[in-house]
């Protein structure tokens, strides 16, 4: 079964950094800020995924937190201001 | 009826920034990354405090999503890491 899964984290080191965030997209996640990733992905990638970031983080510092959405409570999702894509292609112009 | 919350944000303004995050805190979350806010607060808390954050942000460049939990979702819930309150005792000591 797929269920929106959302990954934010805090860490400060850049190569944990840039890993957790390839692991985050390897799994089909999609960027939606700076440190949050979003995705439908089916409940074993998501447990694929968590053993992969957990096994990232180790005993570094930083936070990682995933939460799972059902699609009632993804629905009540609110957004305000630009979308990453619509705010980094800014960047581009 | 109290669902848990989730604002997560990407914003560069160090005011804005700051009016975000006291907002989340005036409305009973508690910060559990450098730019996430989690609580238990009822739907009418939940509601005013999305227009609060409509209002903050207007016009100005910026993300910010607002997430909902039911007992579910929130049960899934997993964190790796030091919370941060850990993280941030650190630099008291």
Redesign the interface.
Known sequence: MSMHT?V???ITDDNLRQSVSDACKRFGLVR?????FLGLIPSSARKDL?VL??RL?GE???????????R??FS?????????EE?ESEFLV
């Open positions: 959302l934010i984290y805090d939606v800020q700076k440190s949050a968590i970031l957990r983080l570094s510092s930083g936070n990682i937190q995933v939460y799972v959405l059902c009632a409570d009540m999702r609110i957004e305000m201001g630009k979308s990453f705010a």
